[in-house]
Antibody
Framework: QVQLVESGGGVVQPGRSLRLSCAAS????????MHWVRQAPGKGLEWVAV????????KVADSVKGRFTISRDNSKNTLYLQMNSLRAEDTTLYYC??????????????WGQGTLVTVSS | EIVLTQSPAILSLSPGERATLSCRAS??????LVWYQQKPGQAPRLLIY???NRATGIPARFSGSGSGTDFTLTISSLEPEDFAVYYC??????????FGQGTRLEIK
């Protein structure tokens, strides 16, 4: 069955960096676009970034542009989110989500359980 | 940015009743509207895509309708497991996709 398992979250000081990972299994990872979506505790959902199945095309939300980078390693079935210059408003739960296909259709049929990032001094 | 406004914020109903949830877009999204269900401590679950298409494994009591700026998610007869938060999402303006703020469906 499809599984997405995020890791790498934690407590980090403002201005520092963190890299999230999402290990995928149960499907052909290299055949799907992948996304990061975040959700502040008790709040709504915010799309963060997308990467094409082959990793060549990437897009990020304006709120994280210039600070966050999405990448993937299809040989390791793993998705990444490199987060630099972290701010308090980046404190939230980060989900890895599978697009329904490739090229991206921008909606999601499988989600991980999320990894919590807390930015605090 | 396309803003999605969901109403009501909270809907209190009893099992067996019919639920009608609304999602209104600030500009037309054609039929590129998606619905998710989220239970406490869980990730969202895809219910409906492109306004009216049920995702794989979703019971027939869930249905979606609408186009342009006004959309509805209907649950024909509520089961105990349907009480959750429901989000709409537009994918018309990709990559600037946006979500509604959610409707909490609670047991009356």
């Amino acid at each position: 069955q499809v599984q997405l398992v995020e890791s790498g979250g934690g407590v980090v000081q403002p201005g520092r960096s963190l890299r999230l990972s999402c290990a995928a299994s149960g499907f052909t990872f290299s055949s799907y676009a992948m996304h990061w979506v975040r959700q502040a505790p008790g709040k709504g959902l915010e799309w963060v970034a997308v990467i094409a199945d082959d990793g060549r095309d990437k897009k990020v939300a304006d709120s994280v542009k210039g600070r966050f980078t999405i990448s993937r390693d299809n040989s390791k079935n793993t998705l990444y989110l490199q987060m630099n210059s972290l701010r308090a408003e980046d404190t939230t739960l980060y989900y890895c989500a599978r697009d329904v296909s490739a090229p991206a259709n921008y909606y999601f049929d499988y989600w991980g359980q999320g990894t919590l990032v807390t930015v605090s001094s | 940015e396309i803003v999605l406004t969901q109403s009501p914020a909270i809907l209190s109903l009893s099992p067996g009743e019919r639920a009608t949830l609304s999602c209104r877009a600030s500009q037309s999204v054609s039929r590129y509207l998606v619905w998710y269900q989220q239970k406490p401590g869980q990730a969202p679950r895809l219910l409906i895509y492109d306004a009216s298409n049920r995702a794989t494994g979703i019971p027939a009591r869930f249905s979606g309708s609408g186009s342009g700026t006004d959309f509805t998610l209907t649950i024909s007869s509520l089961e105990p497991e349907d009480f959750a938060v429901y989000y709409c999402q537009q994918r018309s303006n990709w990559p600037k996709i946006t979500f509604g703020q959610g409707t909490r469906l609670e047991i009356k």
